[in-house]
């Protein structure tokens, strides 16, 4: 694994999906730290000073290509850190990233990949699959994405480039709460009997999301043939 760098950044952009999801672009000050697709970063608001102590900080997955030049994260607002990122960083912002950390990778090109995600989980898959869109090739991928609500269906656009570029790749959005219709939706929470029927049991299953959907998924896969080292599970 790469050895983590600390690098100032700035806020280039702010996406509000509503009070509690929002999107943040970033621009490094110096060289980019190299990373691989699934990796996670830590952020720190406060400034950094080399011969003081790494300040405050919360992790958050990356959600962009490492051929993308830039740094992108979605954040769900829940507790203090996330409250002052929401009520304080706007484009200009300086912030400090500390990356790259984490094993959640996807080193089996091979295999069929099934990637299960809730929420802004989203994120690491992104970060893999615009670096598919960048090779103009991708393994096998089935993506299964739960939001709550249309408003939070994040990323689309990536969604369906990656549709209608990358031949081996389909996606499902489960939304509980529909309103217009969302290419490739069905109206529910995820379902793991679906996932298992639409997939070979030897596949390689990964999960990102909350941890209820996390254990609940995970367990349902295990009861039912799929092997513990066949399912990868994205945890800070």
Known sequence: MATPKKIKAIVTGVTRYDDTVIEYSFSPEGRMPAFKPGQFLHLAIDPYDPSQNWPESRVFSIANAPESGV???????????????????????????KFPYGNFTFDHP???????????????????????????????????YGIREERFMIFEPVL?????????????????????????????????????????????????????????????????????????????
Not at 111 to 116: A, F, G, R, S
Not at 128 to 134: G, I, K, N, P, T
Not at 138 to 144: F, K
Not at 164 to 171: A, E, G, K, M
């Open 110 to 144: 091979d295999n069929q990949m099934v990637l299960v995600a809730g929420g802004t989980g989203i994120s690491p898959y992104i970060s893999f699959l615009e670096h598919c869109l960048a090779d103009r090739q991708s393994p096998p991928v089935s993506l299964y």
């Open 71 to 97: 740094i992108r994260i979605v954040i769900s607002v829940k507790g203090k850190f996330t409250a002052r990122m929401a009520a304080e960083l706007i484009p200009g912002s300086t912030v400090w990233l």
């Open 160 to 236: 369906v480039q990656c549709k209608q570029s990358l031949p081996r790749f389909n996606y499902t959005v489960f939304c509980e709460n529909p309103g217009h219709h969302i290419q490739g939706g069905v109206t529910g929470i995820i379902d793991a009997g679906r996932i298992l029927a639409e997939n070979p049991p030897d596949a390689d299953f990964y999960l990102s999301g909350p941890p209820l959907m996390i254990d609940s998924i995970g367990r349902f896969l295990r009861d039912n043939g799929v092997s513990p080292g066949r399912i990868f599970i994205d945890e800070w």
